[in-house]
């Protein structure tokens, strides 16, 4: 089922000068996308499900006050919000003639924790570092380039009427929790090895990295620090981080 809130603004004017909404429904998710034609500040956001950003154009401003929170929110970047945490906006660049227009993707509670329930059984993550889990705060990233090509697939998926149109954003959905559980299991990964560096050889590897990017770094070196051959480092560090 596909669900129209607003008249697209490429094909008629908008109905809302501020955040028009466009919006797609597919299982257990839902794709918007925002336009925003004028200068504005603290326009509140919140969603009663994880949700997902990622700037298409223009600039805006994000305002968490809970955690003093303010940062640009730019194209190529993800803003990933926790269930009823509201945010606040400002769109310093947006106009009639260059709107700041972003993407945003609701993923139920349950799909997320389904998904993370099958990362700890394929990538156990546990043994070290504790099981693979949604972790409800704030999370700010550039993407990569696959990021940047799931998006755009995820866009065309949504807005398609293909027979398998259901299955497929399923699937787009299942990588797109992946990315982020991965993401944010990246995050806690570097907290715990700045913390306990002699916990084993990955946490002292990961805190060298961390102390000497400055530096060129060899695999051997990693190696010797990690107390493990070639083989065995690549395998542990390619599946954790």
């Known amino acids: 089922m596909i669900r129209q809130f607003n008249k697209s603004p490429t094909v008629c004017e908008p109905q809302v000068l501020v955040e028009n909404k466009v919006s797609f429904d597919g299982p257990h998710s839902q ?53 009823n ?28 924790q389904a998904t993370a329930e099958n990362l700890n059984l394929e990538s156990p993550l546990a043994v070290e570092y504790g099981p693979w889990q949604y972790h409800e705060n704030l999370l700010h990233c550039h993407h990569n380039e696959q ?30 929790t ?19 560096k002699d916990h084993s050889g990955l946490t002292a590897v990961v805190n060298f990295i961390n102390e000497h990017l400055h530096e060129p770094i060899d695999n051997d070196t990693l190696c010797r620090i990690a107390c493990m051959c070639r083989t065995k480092f690549f395998q542990e560090f390619k599946q954790h981080l």
Not at 45 to 53: G, M, Y
Not at 102 to 112: F, G, K, V
Not at 154 to 174: K, P
């Open 147 to 176: 990021t940047q090509v799931l998006l755009k697939r995820m866009t065309q998926i949504y807005t398609e009427n293909h027979q398998d149109r259901n299955y497929m954003i399923d699937l787009a959905v299942s990588e797109l």
């Open 178 to 196: 992946v990315r982020l559980l991965r993401q944010q299991g990246r995050e806690v990964i570097l907290s715990f090895c700045a913390e306990q």
């Open 85 to 112: 945490q509201g945010v606040e906006i400002d769109f310093p660049e947006a106009s009639l003639q260059q709107p700041t227009s972003c993407l945003a993707i609701e993923i139920s509670n349950e799909r997320i």
């Open 31 to 83: 794709l918007s996308i925002y336009d925003t034609y004028q200068d504005v500040e603290r326009v509140k956001l919140k969603s009663d499900q994880p949700l997902f950003c990622a700037m298409l154009s223009g600039r805006k401003i994000m305002h968490y006050d809970k955690s003093n929170y303010h940062s640009d929110f730019l194209p190529h970047e993800s803003f990933v919000m926790a269930p």
